[in-house]
T-cell receptor, first 115, second 115 residues
Framework: NAGVTQTPKFQVLKTGQSMTLQCAQD?????MSWYRQDPGMGLRLIHY???????DQGEVPNGYNVSRSTTEDFPLRLLSAAPSQTSVYFC??????????????FGPGTRLTVL | AQKITQTQPGMFVQEKEAVTLDCTYD???????LFWYKQPSSGEMIFLIY??????QNATEGRYSLNFQKARKSANLVISASQLGDSAMYFC????????????FGGGTRLMVKP
């Protein structure tokens, strides 16, 4: 089990460029999500998915798109990068229980800098 | 809106002593869960402990225990016998029956263990 994997680990973009952050999990989890963590702060939810073909917005969705064509993959697209999107991005997954322990497994993160 | 508050931006503790990290939450839901995560300087998110809102006993995991006071809406993390490797950021997080049961995070507490 690789768990939750993210690529790339580091990325530098220029303002206005677009890119896709990749996230994959091999645990057959239905729930996947993307968070961003700004310096000295907690994680904030960008988008999430409760299953293939189903996505929804979190707390800070502007400037990001997602899709979920398979259970395993949940890519995050930056449409036109801005310096305000400089952050560390975490992908997470968990089983689709309504409650209970329901631990979220996090990927190692992608550190993105937008110049 | 649901909210998690960690009022201690930074704390020092002497090695081998116990330390309590504070977390208060605000929700009108009856069903929710509280997590603590550790984030060392390497950046990954490490699950420590979980408490469900209906759990009658306080959760414990090795040197970690969660002091759950439901009426006060607090879920403080207690680390016994601190070790140098405990130096890290600690985040309290809550899932609730909204937004696909995704987690809402507090702002974090930086713990520094002194030798």
């Amino acid at each position: 089990n690789a768990g939750v994997t993210q690529t790339p680990k580091f990325q530098v973009l220029k303002t206005g460029q677009s890119m896709t952050l990749q996230c994959a999990q091999d645990m057959n989890h239905e729930y996947m999500s993307w968070y961003r963590q700004d310096p000295g702060m907690g994680l904030r939810l960008i988008h999430y998915s409760v299953g293939a073909g189903i996505t929804d917005q979190g707390e800070v969705p502007n400037g990001y798109n997602v899709s979920r064509s398979t259970t395993e993959d949940f890519p995050l697209r930056l449409l036109s990068a801005a310096p305000s999107q400089t952050s560390v991005y975490f992908c997470a997954s968990r089983r689709s229980l309504a409650g209970g322990l329901n631990e979220q497994f996090f990927g190692p993160g992608t550190r993105l800098t937008v110049l | 809106a649901q909210k998690i508050t960690q009022t201690q931006p930074g704390m020092f503790v002497q090695e081998k002593e116990a330390v309590t990290l504070d977390c208060t939450y605000d929700t009108s839901d009856q069903s929710y869960g509280l997590f603590w995560y550790k984030q060392p300087s390497s950046g990954e998110m490490i699950f420590l402990i979980y408490q469900g809102s209906y759990d009658e006993q306080n959760a414990t995991e090795g040197r970690y225990s969660l002091n759950f006071q439901k009426a006060r809406k607090s879920a403080n993390l207690v680390i016994s016998a601190s070790q140098l490797g405990d130096s890290a950021m600690y985040f309290c997080a809550m899932w609730y029956n909204n937004a696909g049961n995704m987690l809402t995070f507090g702002g974090g507490t930086r713990l520094m263990v002194k030798p």
